[in-house]
């Protein structure tokens, strides 16, 4: 009795598939025009979407001390955590020039007082201190006009001397302006305001920049693009090489590299559109998605040739697919499987990138299973 339903159950799903692949071979327009429209809707919000900047959020769970406790004194605190700092550097080129080698000289203080000042405009900033501040409370507000008053000024005054080392290096070469930040502005727009406000002319000998951490985060989210699109260049480069190299034919070393393209397309898309945040970690996981899911593309190319020696090509696409796409589907499901158990661990990044793992094998899986064949029928003639 379980034999005869087993083979029953295997029965149906065998004239599935083969319902299934006569129905890609008998109309492939129309299969391509479906998924094309829907490939327009998922490349409109992947084309839409910004990378965000990863924070504790994304690496800590909720549910653990430290971070209820960060969120309670950063709602009591705003941007108490976040802070970035200008460093305005002593940059003589001459040996015995006129160049100023010392930041306490009036013509660097009030430098570093103007863009305090231009500082406090930019949106984000929430306080700016420097070592003008510390003059100019020693001093009645004003700063002095010669490096000597300076000098006289913080051996009157211990507690400026005092506070003055806390932005200005023993040496007397560098002077910093520190800046605290509310946490959820957006890093790359406030380092480009904070790089306009230092954009003035400065005293001759005088180099400024800006380091802290949203010039970081900038600087990470800049590089994790140029590195992602470097690497998903090459890689797709490589891939078209290899394949038209074992295929032997171009149109052949082409087409299984559309289950990546669709496959990428819709898998962003797809989880920009239910509202996942994409960091640098989880876009840097495109490369791993060429390397797997060229697989499909290559197993339906590779079977639709051999079948195509020995039958018309509606018939050979039938025979691809009735004898790949169980395999497939066993292989898809494991490597899900196998990608979603990262979401076990206690680190919310990880269950992001195994998302979008799994997500990518699965949309390539069904870009081979349903662009790659209609496109291998269109594009072979007729014996």
């Not at 391509?32 to 809707?41: E, G, P, V």
């Not at 305001?193 to 920049?209: F, T, W, Y």
């Not at 985060?217 to 140029?226: C, F, G, P, V, Y």
């Not at 697919?321 to 206690?346: D, E, H, Q, R, T």
Request: proline letters at 4%.
């Amino acid at each position: 009795m379980r034999a005869e339903k087993r083979k029953k159950a295997k029965e149906i799903g065998k004239g599935a598939i083969e319902w299934y692949a006569r129905l890609l071979a008998s109309y492939p327009l129309i299969v391509l025009a479906i998924f094309l429209i829907f490939t327009i809707f998922a490349g409109y919000h992947a084309t839409s979407m910004e990378e965000a900047v990863e924070g504790y959020e994304d690496w800590l769970p909720e549910d653990i001390e430290v971070v209820d406790t960060f969120k309670l004194v950063e709602d009591q605190f705003v941007g108490s955590f976040v802070t970035s700092t200008i460093v305005v550097e002593t940059a003589p080129r001459f040996a015995k020039s006129e160049e100023i080698r010392d930041v306490r000289d009036p013509k660097v203080l009030k430098y570093v007082d103007l863009i305090s000042e231009r500082a406090k405009l930019v949106p984000g900033v929430i306080s700016v201190e420097s070592a003008a501040d510390v003059i100019k409370d020693a001093n009645g507000g004003r700063i002095p006009p010669s490096l000597r008053s300076v000098k006289g000024l913080l051996e009157k005054d211990e507690g400026a001397a005092q506070r003055i080392s806390n932005y200005i290096s023993d040496d007397y070469t560098m002077s910093l302006v520190r800046l605290n930040i509310i946490t959820d502005y957006d890093p790359e727009e406030l380092t480009g305001e904070l790089k306009e406000a230092v954009n003035i002319k400065r005293p001759q000998g005088i180099s400024v920049d800006i380091t802290g951490d949203p010039v970081i985060d900038a600087e990470m989210m800049e590089l994790s693009r140029s590195t992602m699109q470097q690497t998903s260049f090459f890689s797709f480069v490589a891939v078209i090489l290899i394949l038209i190299i074992v295929f032997a034919s171009i149109k052949y070393g082409i087409i299984p590299l559309l289950t990546i393209v669709f496959g990428s397309v819709w898998a962003y898309g797809t989880l920009v559109l239910l509202g996942m945040r994409i960091t640098p970690t989880t876009s840097s996981v495109l490369a791993m998605i060429i390397g797997i899911g060229i697989d499909f593309g290559i197993q339906v190319t590779k079977r639709f040739r051999y079948e195509l020696q020995l039958h018309e090509r509606e018939e050979a696409m039938v025979n691809t697919l009735s004898n790949v796409l169980y395999p497939m589907c066993i292989a898809a499901i494991a490597a899900v499987i196998g990608f979603k158990c990262l979401s076990l661990g206690k680190l919310p990044i990880m269950a992001d990138v195994g998302t979008m793992m799994a997500a990518g094998v699965v949309f390539c899986m069904v870009a081979a299973i349903t662009v790659v064949p209609t496109l291998l029928v269109l594009f072979e003639r007729r014996r």
